[in-house]
């Protein structure tokens, strides 16, 4: 699935914020939506910032066993507190982050492919695993937004 279509379904989930289904998430659609959107933007700043230079590619089984299968299992990892929402989550606000990552997302179209973030669990990610971790992250959430509103 494509960031720009991802992206548009969670725009469209957005008035629906405070939604909650605790069977799947103690947290609700808001949160999702936020949280969603700082990994995002936290990933195109560290990348962006990277040394091409410095990046060394590696094996990893985890990362490269879930980026084939295109899925996280749910609630084995734990959000850095970075990405953590923080404070009253509105619509108001997630739209004007939505802004941001619409324009940061081109940004990193265009950089060195041996560019890179550090994933705690992945490792080094290169441009081509970072597009393919954003889009696979942001889905999962989106997943979860889904079984939320059910």
Request: glycine letters at 4%; a positive charge.
């Amino acid at each position: 699935m494509k960031i720009e279509s991802i992206l548009s379904e969670l725009e469209s989930s957005i008035p629906k914020l405070n939604e909650i289904n605790e069977n799947v998430s103690k947290v609700n659609v808001g949160w999702q939506i936020d949280h969603s959107f700082n990994v995002i933007l936290a990933i195109c700043k560290t990348i962006q910032a990277s040394d091409p230079a410095k990046y060394e590619a590696s094996f990893n089984m985890r990362r490269n066993l879930l980026l084939t299968i295109g899925s996280f299992p749910r609630g084995k990892a734990k959000a850095p507190k970075t990405t953590i929402p923080v404070g009253e989550i509105t619509e108001e606000g997630l739209r004007k982050k939505l802004e941001l990552v619409r324009e940061e997302i081109p940004k990193i179209q265009s950089l060195h492919p041996n560019a890179y973030f550090y994933h705690p669990i992945f490792k080094k990610l290169n441009l081509k695993r970072t597009h393919r971790f954003i889009a696979l992250h942001t889905n999962h959430h989106l997943k979860i937004i889904k079984d939320i509103l059910k």
